[in-house]
């Protein structure tokens, strides 16, 4: 089973150190398990006997059943990667002992002392990230009347201010921000640019997709925006059911905000 790690726990890189390879055969139950990526799960999980494993290095969280080889300090087998230096990855020789890869089916012990290495890790990124998001502070209003109605959190980098107006014909203002201190920004909008209807501008230096979310086809005049940016190592994605001009007022308000 080969996964990638997540951007902010050393996934975004091109190299071997941005993935693990762990046997898919579960050391308890020997059913086949899962890597679920999402936030606020992010594990390996196996859906027969319920135990559950930490991507980055594979110890047992939780351990349902009666594993074959122990119930403490219990890893998943794995291959070591290395790359080269045009980004192909390669398997290391393994060596299929249980104090080495491991054993398919057994599983891999593994010393405290490594359980507290990826433990200490995973703790110092995510405090990192939970400090980054306290310093992105966002505006109480736009000049179109929206006033910020709350934020809500969405996992660990990612939160949600909601802007709302008295106006019951005008909707809602969405402000998507999420920390992922990200460098290559010109690549990750590509995909972005993808989206049906959806066109690049540039704003004060910075490069922005902006696409509708509805397209009226008889008039040909597209309404219900949303822009998506990368500013700062985040990326900011704002929804507004303006259209391209006025949305983009929108997004030079939250730019001159935020980067005062």
């Given at each position: 089973?080969?996964?990638?790690?997540?951007?902010?726990?050393?996934?975004?890189?091109?190299?071997?150190?941005?993935?693990?390879?762990?046997?898919?055969?579960?050391?308890?139950?020997?059913?086949?398990?899962?890597?679920?990526?999402?936030?606020?799960?992010?594990?390996?999980?196996?859906?027969?006997?319920?135990?559950?494993?930490?991507?980055?290095?594979?110890?047992?969280?939780?351990?349902?059943?009666?594993?074959?080889?122990?119930?403490?300090?219990?890893?998943?087998?794995?291959?070591?990667?290395?790359?080269?230096?045009?980004?192909?990855?390669?398997?290391?020789?393994?060596?299929?002992?249980?104090?080495?890869?491991?054993?398919?089916?057994?599983?891999?012990?593994?010393?405290?002392?490594?359980?507290?290495?990826t433990s200490k890790f995973i703790?110092?990124?995510?405090?990192?990230?939970?400090?980054?998001?306290?310093q992105f502070v966002v505006p109480?209003?736009?000049?179109?009347?929206?006033?910020?109605?709350?934020?809500?959190?969405?996992?660990?980098?990612?939160?949600?201010?909601?802007?709302?107006?008295?106006?019951?014909?005008?909707?809602?203002?969405?402000?998507?921000?999420?920390?992922?201190?990200?460098?290559?920004?010109?690549?990750?909008?590509?995909?972005?640019?993808?989206?049906?209807?959806?066109?690049?501008?540039?704003?004060?230096?910075i490069s922005i997709i902006a696409?509708?979310?509805?397209?009226?086809?008889?008039?040909?005049?597209?309404?219900?925006?949303?822009?998506?940016?990368?500013?700062?190592?985040?990326?900011?994605?704002?929804?507004?059911?303006?259209?391209?001009?006025?949305?983009?007022?929108?997004?030079?308000?939250?730019?001159?905000?935020?980067?005062?």
């Amino acid at each position: 089973m080969l996964i990638r790690l997540p951007d902010y726990l050393g996934g975004a890189v091109n190299d071997a150190s941005a993935f693990r390879a762990y046997s898919a055969l579960d050391p308890s139950s020997h059913c086949i398990i899962k890597y679920w990526p999402n936030e606020g799960r992010r594990r390996i999980e196996d859906p027969c006997g319920g135990s559950m494993y930490e991507p980055v290095g594979g110890h047992a969280i939780q351990i349902g059943g009666n594993p074959v080889l122990v119930s403490k300090n219990l890893a998943l087998p794995y291959l070591k990667l290395s790359s080269d230096e045009n980004d192909y990855l390669y398997v290391e020789p393994p060596i299929f002992t249980e104090s080495k890869n491991g054993v398919i089916g057994i599983g891999r012990t593994i010393s405290q002392q490594e359980i507290d290495i990826t433990s200490k890790f995973i703790a110092t990124r995510e405090q990192q990230i939970r400090d980054a998001m306290e310093q992105f502070v966002v505006p109480n209003k736009f000049s179109t009347g929206h006033k910020l109605d709350y934020i809500s959190n969405d996992g660990i980098r990612t939160n949600t201010a909601y802007y709302i107006v008295p106006d019951p014909k005008q909707f809602p203002i969405l402000l998507y921000y999420e920390y992922c201190n990200c460098t290559k920004t010109a690549e990750l909008l590509s995909d972005e640019e993808s989206r049906s209807g959806s066109q690049l501008v540039e704003l004060d230096g910075i490069s922005i997709i902006a696409y509708p979310k509805s397209m009226n086809y008889v008039s040909d005049i597209h309404d219900d925006y949303t822009f998506v940016f990368y500013n700062n190592g985040y990326k900011i994605s704002l929804h507004t059911n303006q259209r391209l001009d006025p949305g983009l007022n929108l997004v030079k308000e939250l730019l001159e905000f935020v980067n005062k």
